[in-house]
């Protein structure tokens, strides 16, 4: 088995339990999910290049060609961290107050990077954001705390 502790392995199979069926494993469609149960964070290129699929029911990943692929990502250095979201968000903070606009953030979410669609921008807000003030802000790193201490799980 790769280079994973008894504790992750034990880890990796209550997911399998719960995402997949006994002796089939894993849909490759739901590797992302899998590793993010597992707090991990890899990026979509990433899910594909690790063998994600964009459709359901095109392979299935076992449990011994599903660890080296945890191992791999685990060892990914392109996650982002608390500090770095906040030096990111501090771009759109004009006042330099911990502020700033809600629709800044919403088109950052919808159009840059790995972009949501309005459904996940939505339900990401429903669970992570506090309301924004009178003039359209919100406190950013409240945000990012929760967003990092609860993800959320689009289905």
Do not use: W
């Amino acid at each position: 088995m790769a280079d994973v502790p008894k504790r992750e392995v034990e880890n990796v199979e209550f997911v399998f339990e719960v995402m997949g069926s006994p002796g089939e494993g894993i849909d490759a469609f739901d590797l992302g999910d899998a590793l993010r149960a597992l707090n991990l964070n890899p990026t979509l290129a990433l899910i594909e290049k690790m063998g994600g699929t964009k459709k359901r029911n095109e392979k299935k990943i076992k449990m011994d060609e599903f660890l080296p692929i945890y191992s791999q990502v685990k060892k990914e250095k392109e996650q982002g961290c608390y500090e770095d979201f906040i030096e990111c968000l501090k771009l759109y903070d004009k006042e330099e107050n911990g502020t700033m606009l809600l629709a800044e953030l919403q088109h950052a979410l919808l159009a840059l990077g790995e972009s949501l669609d309005d459904e996940q921008v939505e339900t990401l807000f429903a669970d992570c954001m506090d309301p924004e003030d009178d003039e359209g802000m919100i406190p950013y790193s409240q945000f990012i705390q929760r967003l990092m201490s609860d993800p959320v799980v689009f289905d």
